[in-house]
């Protein structure tokens, strides 16, 4: 080893993740030993580096003579003695800590007594590994994320045993490899896993209270919140074995209920069903199951749909009503008002559906529409005030919505003659293909129903839930940007890191902190509030960084 360089390097484990990370060092130019158990865990080993270098292949990404010199690079073997050169040896065995344990203890007998010693644990303590060696100041977190060879993000972990520049070499190593590394301490699911998991194991309590169903909530935070896939599509895909472990180890060490692993997950994982890998989790993944056959809906005429109000939230909702192809109707608080809202929406549509758009300032504009929908400014009790007007002029039948987002239901329900055909649409972001649908403990049966038929009418996806804190979205999305904040005002990490992490280890569009300051920090204060005023649940106040912030007037960057 010279200039602190890593030459030969070995790994432990040959499993999907331990061969993926042996392909993406031989990759970069690297000697690789690769270590199994025994010649079937060997062989299953080389089936895996054969597999994903060959699809890679395939798909131009390699040529053959690349994956031949890679597969070269590699030397495979059941002997720990053959470690015994290596600069750097990478653990990539089971997440059980007793485990891992031996082989650090195998590791410490074979291995230079320079070496460097890595654990690629997700949520292991990197310190309880370390302390059982006769090394610990050799002893580092590597944590690559899956399908290594793809995601960019490595976690470079230290201990408070770890010596001056151990991390800055692997971290360095890393960044040579083509990856991203976050360098960071030891705490449970480091940054992306304590992260990621918090939000996974909400939506599974959220499922097992019946607040709304498992395919409303996946759809929810794919099309409302722009993730990759729903929290129960990816959690089968993890692993509901895997999800439970993290969970229980980062609840180990915070005690925040938030990790403390929901029942329902905890009784699959006891049945065996353990998502994709099993054949079932929270959905059926059976290949041979014939796919339901579903008759072609009958085209049914685009609603006459009313808005009220002509603030920028009425005018997105007219702008998108009037691009489905429904006239629309909308009333303003007066007539200036009126024509500055026709003013924005003359630079947002084009003329034909400017000509399906007709506002006013009299409510019995509204009188013969199918759905009217509150969207004015104003508190509370403007909106009361709204709805009880508008429920004067809606004809019998007509679905009445209100947008607030941070106000019960219910309470505004009240307020009108009519609350069983009174629903909330909550739109989560301006101009979103999704609409959450909320229905309260009056609304009338068939109300809902009604309200999402009249939806998909617009061109919108409609989730139903009931009358909770956050809807769907919000309920999911603000505490997870919460605990981001908090480990920002922890200086666990730095906000390029958190948001890092995210991006490029779990494939989100954006990071927390970047959500935070585009979504609003007033606005995510505001849902956190009422989110801690209705749980009591401590996770879920507001972090005082957020707090800070929002009484300064300022963004996190």
């Known amino acids: 080893m010279s200039g602190g360089s890593f030459s030969r390097v070995g790994v432990v484990g040959l499993g999907t993740m331990g061969a993926g990370i042996a392909e993406v060092l031989s990759r970069g130019g690297l000697a690789v030993v690769g270590i199994e158990i ?117 976690e470079v972990i230290g201990t408070v045993l770890t010596e001056d520049g151990a991390v800055t070499r692997v971290a360095e190593l890393v960044r040579g490899l083509g990856k991203t590394p976050v360098t960071i301490g030891d705490r449970a699911g480091f940054v992306a896993n304590r992260l990621l998991f918090g939000y996974l194991n909400q939506a599974a309590t959220m499922l097992e209270s019946g607040h709304a169903t498992r395919d409303d909530i996946d759809a929810a935070m794919k099309t409302g919140g722009g993730l990759p896939m729903g929290p129960f599509t990816l959690m089968d895909l993890i692993g509901l074995d895997t999800c439970l472990e993290v969970l229980e180890a980062i609840y180990r060490e915070s005690r925040d209920r938030r990790h403390a692993p929901a029942p329902v997950l905890r009784e699959l994982v006891t049945a065996g069903l353990l998502g994709r890998k099993t054949g079932r989790g929270f959905y059926s993944h059976d290949k041979t199951a014939p796919a339901a056959e579903t008759a072609p ?22 702008a998108a009503v009037a691009r489905a192809g429904s006239e629309v109707r909308y009333v303003a608080g007066d007539t200036d008002q009126e024509q500055a809202a026709r003013a924005e929406l003359a630079k947002a549509l084009d003329a034909d559906a400017l000509a399906r758009v007709r506002g006013g300032s009299e409510p019995s504009e509204l009188a013969d529409c199918e759905l009217i929908i509150e969207a004015a400014a104003g508190d509370t009790s403007a909106k009361r005030t709204l709805l009880a007007a508008i429920d004067g002029i809606a004809a019998p039948g007509a679905v009445l919505a209100t947008t607030a987002p941070a106000v019960p239901v219910i309470e505004l329900a009240m307020a009108t003659g009519r609350p069983g055909d009174v629903v909330a649409l909550h739109l989560p972001e301006a101009g979103s293909a999704l609409v959450e649908i909320v229905a309260t403990a009056v609304t009338a049966p068939g109300v809902t129903d009604k309200a999402a038929a009249l939806a998909g009418r617009l061109g919108l996806t409609a989730v139903r839930c009931r009358d909770r804190a956050g809807f769907i979205v919000d309920a999911l999305r603000f505490p997870y940007l919460n605990d981001a904040a908090t480990m920002l005002e922890a200086g666990y990490a730095d906000a390029d890191s ?14 927390p902190i970047a959500d935070l300051d585009r979504l609003g920090l007033d606005r995510a204060v505001a849902v956190l509030r009422s989110l801690y005023a209705e749980s009591r649940e401590p996770a879920l106040a507001p972090a005082p960084l957020l707090e800070e912030y929002v009484t300064a007037g300022r963004a996190l960057r």
């Open 38 to 154: 025994n010649q079937e865990a060997l062989d299953r080993g080389r089936g895996n580096l054969e597999t994903s270098t060959g699809r890679a292949v395939k798909r131009g990404k390699l040529t053959e003579e690349a994956r031949r010199e890679i597969l070269g690079r590699i030397t495979l073997s059941t002997d720990f003695a053959d470690l015994g050169e290596c600069d750097l040896v990478i653990e990539a065995v089971p997440e059980r800590l007793e485990l891992k344990r031996r082989v650090f203890e195998q590791l410490d007998r074979v291995c230079r007594a320079d070496a460097v010693l890595a654990t690629n644990t997700s949520s292991l303590s990197v310190t309880g590994i370390a302390v059982t060696t006769n090394r610990p100041a050799k002893i580092v977190g590597v944590h690559f994320f899956n399908p290594a060879p793809v995601m960019r993000l490595v």
């Open 297 to 318: 809906a009958a085209e049914a005429p685009q609603p006459v749909v009313g808005v009220a109000g002509s603030g920028a939230l009425a005018v997105a909702i007219v």
């Open 498 to 511: 958190i948001d890092a992490a995210m991006t490029l280890g779990c494939g989100y569009p954006t990071g």
